[in-house]
């Protein structure tokens, strides 16, 4: 299956000298970032609860944007806001009795509120309490329900929910097949599950943010800017980090901890540049469109189109390149991989490369879709694509997307058997229950669980 | 000079916590995990959750203390079945992925709005709700008492009793451990970590040993968890996947497969901790690093220090090296 023939090859040199460069200009963005959280916080703050700080919470479910409400109590009066998704809240710093008011002149048209428009609430600081304004007339549910968002109990079954949650399912899947292909690679040509590429997808989202929002580049552009710095961090990572851990002889144990405390060390680097809150890549509202039952942004579908096109790519550079199947043989056997002339770190500093850059792609195409991307967006993904490889089988890149794509469904389509509140702990269970019945996953081969 | 004795007052204060002694019990069970079995359990924080839950919830419910300790410890005993039947036969990375999973399944239950009314959902349990059956223990009087340079309650929330019941059980079960894993029962689990089929060909059963090992260190986990809400509240997310991954740090950093080693590492682990987290702060002007991001600063030193911690000194401060086995 491995060319004998493929001999080494110059490396690329000039593209070394690019992510030189890059690796500057990604200096320079933190340094951008950090001064950025005041100045560019986005409109839809959300309130972070800790020792100081309590946080009013609520949806309201359909009504959109430019709901007000006010939280009054203990010498502070705090106006709230609804965004797109009816979601509110509000930070107040002392704790005590509040009386939330809802104003009902601002409800949209047709819409009546059930209960009192009046409301009190107990807070502690530390704490999150939700407040429930029930409306009648309200849209329904939003049109475009990203992972991040709650979606109430299932509400029974009809075909024009199941066209949209195929859909938002397979958005998802597609999404985390990008980020969880790199995950694989890696996992095939080095044998380390790398916890720290959940912060690459984040990584990925905040540059978009840094560039698009805050600096105002064109989103296209922004989107080639951060492929490229990410998959230079990927470089980098590979040189100062993985490479001299492989030649000091690190148990994978080792290096899977090693990846835990990168992972760390990342988590709080973008809290301490970016906040806690969640920062939108584009400051204007999704437009939408309907085809059918189906609702989506625009952003999706092109986020969508783009993913697959990358996906196809990804997958002709594997089969049909010379690159592409050196990287197969060392996924398959690195040692008799480099017995036929394949210079194995150079195949494994270019999957880091391209495994970093398809999660920061994927990164910045979820925070588009779920339209916000904050310090843990990736970190919540992380175990679906733990699934999803494990699904398809550890090491294998084509199963990694087809367990991307049943995770992703398995995600969105949950909703009609279990509340929506447990639809990733129903992918995650997913996990184990395949790992029960075939360890291997798919596509993958007896030997690999030893 | 009062900002350094601050630094060095709450470095102090912090290494006596209770929630400090709740991190130690769960860091030994980790090390009953991965020191001396060679299990690479990376959901502790579940089995702490869980237990915090079996506590709390049989408490609201109305049982006497006894009893809804005995939750506590079935549930930690009942999560390692589960956890262990399908994965303590496959290979150590794969039981990683198990257990972080299910630990953010447990967290995920846990937060659910559904369950609103049993869990409390994403606001978790006050420790109000659950605190009186323990607090009523104690045998102290009312008032304050000041010991060294600590003025403390005697019974309340973060009290001396606390302090001291939780930092006995410290003691007691890094004892415990010490006795176990010098009777014929510890040398298996040994041999397990050392060559899994060489204790096999001489007839043990590796799966029984493994599992045992797993419930005893999950145990201590939920026991550990118990203690960690029983002064604070219990709120889900506060132990999720990073309390996982701090307690593998401070085991690390005191030395795994040593029986003191997740004591000392998780005591110094806060308190160092704080000392970055308060130099940092005193040396490094506000206009460059404000408050909150010398915390955060000192969190990712924690994050470095767990990687170079790894990498050039993998077995702690007090541990051997040839007593580790990372090839899981």
């Not at chain 1, 197969?328 to 194995?344: E, F, K, M, W």
């Amino acid at each position: 299956m491995v060319n004998t023939a493929l001999a080494r090859r110059s490396s690329p040199l000039s593209l070394r000298v690019i992510f030189g460069v890059l690796l500057g200009l990604l200096v320079l963005s933190f340094t951008l970032g950090t001064g950025a959280p005041a100045a560019h916080a986005a409109t839809s703050d959300v309130c972070v609860a800790n020792a100081e700080t309590g946080c009013f919470t609520g949806t309201i479910k359909g009504v959109g944007a430019g709901v007000k409400l006010t939280i009054d109590g203990n010498g502070l009066n705090v106006p709230a806001e609804t965004d797109e998704d009816g979601k509110w809240n509000a930070a107040v710093t002392v704790a005590g009795v509040y009386t939330i008011t809802l104003d009902e002149a601002s409800l949209p048209e047709g819409v009546t509120l059930k209960g009192d428009a009046v409301q009190e609430r107990d807070i502690t600081l530390g704490f999150v309490k939700a407040t429930i304004f029930a409306v009648d007339g309200a849209t329904g549910d939003g049109a475009d329900n990203g992972p991040t968002q709650e979606q109430i109990a299932a509400e029974g079954f009809n075909w024009d929910r199941l066209a949209q949650q195929v859909v938002s399912g397979l958005r998802l899947g597609l999404l985390l097949a990008l980020a969880s292909i790199g995950l694989s690679l890696i996992y095939g040509t080095t044998g380390l599950s790398s916890f720290s590429h959940a912060e690459q997808v984040t990584l990925g989202g905040l540059l978009g943010y840094t560039f698009a929002n805050v600096l105002g580049l064109n989103i296209f552009l922004t989107i080639v800017i951060v492929v490229i710095l990410t998959g230079a961090t990927g470089w980098l990572q590979d040189a100062v980090i993985w490479k001299p851990l492989r030649k000091k002889g690190l148990s994978l144990t080792q290096m899977i901890i090693v990846t835990i405390g990168l992972a760390l060390a990342l988590q709080y680097t973008f809290q301490m540049f970016y906040g806690a809150s969640t920062v939108r890549i584009l400051m204007k509202n999704p437009d939408t469109f309907t085809i059918g039952p189906v609702t989506l942004t625009f952003e999706s579908l092109w986020a969508m189109g783009l993913s697959v096109i990358v996906l196809i790519l990804v997958g002709l550079f594997l089969l049909k390149t010379r690159t592409g199947r050196a990287t197969r043989a060392v996924s398959d056997n690195p040692a008799l991989a480099a017995a036929s002339g394949i210079d194995v770190d150079r195949i494994i500093r270019l999957v880091w490369v391209i495994a970093t850059a398809l999660a920061g792609l994927s990164g910045v195409m979820l925070g588009l879709v779920l339209n916000g991307i904050n310090w843990q967006t990736g970190m919540q993904l992380l175990l679906l694509m733990f699934a999803a490889v494990t699904l398809g089988g550890l090491g294998t890149a084509f199963g990694a997307l087809v367990g991307s794509l049943i995770i992703g469904m398995t995600v969105e389509l949950a909703n009609f058997v279990v509340p929506g509140d447990f639809k990733y702990a129903t992918a995650l269970l997913l996990l184990i229950i395949i790992l029960l019945v075939r360890p291997q996953g798919i596509f993958g081969r007896k030997e690999r669980i030893g | 000079m009062d900002m350094w004795i601050k630094v060095l007052y709450d470095m102090s204060a912090n290494m006596i916590l209770p929630t400090t002694a709740a991190f130690a019990i769960a860091a030994i069970g980790l090390n009953v995990h991965f020191g001396f079995t060679g299990l690479l359990n990376m959901g502790q924080a579940g089995f702490m959750l869980i237990g915090a839950y079996g506590f709390a919830i049989a408490t609201i419910a109305g049982w006497p203390f006894w009893a809804a300790v005995l939750a506590t410890i079935a549930a930690g005993t009942v999560f390692a079945l589960l956890l262990g039947i399908p994965t303590l036969k496959l290979r150590g990375d794969y039981l990683a992925i198990v257990t972080i999973a299910a630990a953010e399944i447990v967290r995920m239950i846990g937060r659910a709005s559904v369950l609103n009314d049993v869990t409390g959902g994403s606001n978790g349990l006050p420790g109000e709700t659950f605190r009186n059956t323990f607090s009523v223990l104690s045998p102290f009087p009312d008032g304050k008492t000041a010991i060294l340079w600590f003025d403390f309650d005697n019974t309340g929330v973060n009290g001396w009793f606390i302090r001291l019941v939780a930092w006995s059980l410290v003691v007691i079960f890094a004892v415990l451990v010490w006795l176990l894993m010098r009777s014929p029962w510890g040398r298996v689990i040994k041999g397990i970590r050392e060559d899994e089929d060489a204790v096999r060909s001489l007839g043990k059963n590796v799966f029984a040993f493994k599992m045992q090992a797993l419930i005893i260190g999950g145990v201590l986990g939920a026991i550990g968890g118990m203690f960690y809400v029983l002064p604070t509240s219990l709120q889900p997310d506060a132990l999720g996947r990073n309390m996982t991954f701090l307690i593998w740090t401070a085991m690390l950093l005191g030395g795994a497969a040593t029986i003191w080693g997740p004591v000392l590492g998780s005591a110094l682990f806060f308190a160092l901790r704080i000392f970055i987290q308060g130099t940092v702060d005193i040396l490094v002007p506000d206009s460059i690093l404000n408050t909150q991001q010398t915390e955060q600063f000192s969190w990712i030193m924690v994050g470095v220090a767990l990687m170079l911690l790894v990498i050039f000194r993998p077995q702690g401060i007090l541990g051997d090296k040839k007593e580790l086995n990372f090839n899981v």
